[in-house]
């Protein structure tokens, strides 16, 4: 059974980071691509970054040069680094977890930027 968790979300202040983790079992994780998705409140889901199995990397116009993701395969975990965090970046973050052929979802963590 697959099973996908996520932590690191918090409380920040506007300019500052967050690392939120994705930790995923019951898969090989090294052969499953990773997204981050998030959902504002009144807002549609999107996505919000990627890494694929070879490790390349995408994102959201509006997160790149702030938000790193990266993936640590030994550890079946994936990281995504926040930084220069704004208001609008407020809202829980779900990862999925793709592999062989289905995708699992994550619970979210609540990021929330205020001052």
């Known amino acids: 059974q697959v099973q996908v968790v996520e932590s690191g979300g918090g409380l920040v202040q506007p300019g500052g980071s967050l690392r939120l983790s994705c930790t995923a079992s019951g898969i090989v994780f090294s052969a499953a691509a990773v997204s981050w998705y998030r959902q504002a409140p009144g807002k549609q889901r999107e996505i919000v970054a990627f890494?694929?199995?070879?490790?390349?990397?995408g994102y959201k116009d509006s997160v790149k040069g702030r938000f790193d993701l990266s993936r640590d395969n030994a550890k079946n975990t994936a990281y995504l680094q926040m930084n220069s965090l704004k208001p609008e970046d407020t809202a829980v973050y779900y990862c999925n977890v793709a592999w062989a052929g289905s995708s699992s979802w994550g619970q979210g963590t609540q990021v929330t930027v205020s001052s």
């Open positions: 890494i694929v199995t070879g490790g390349k990397t």
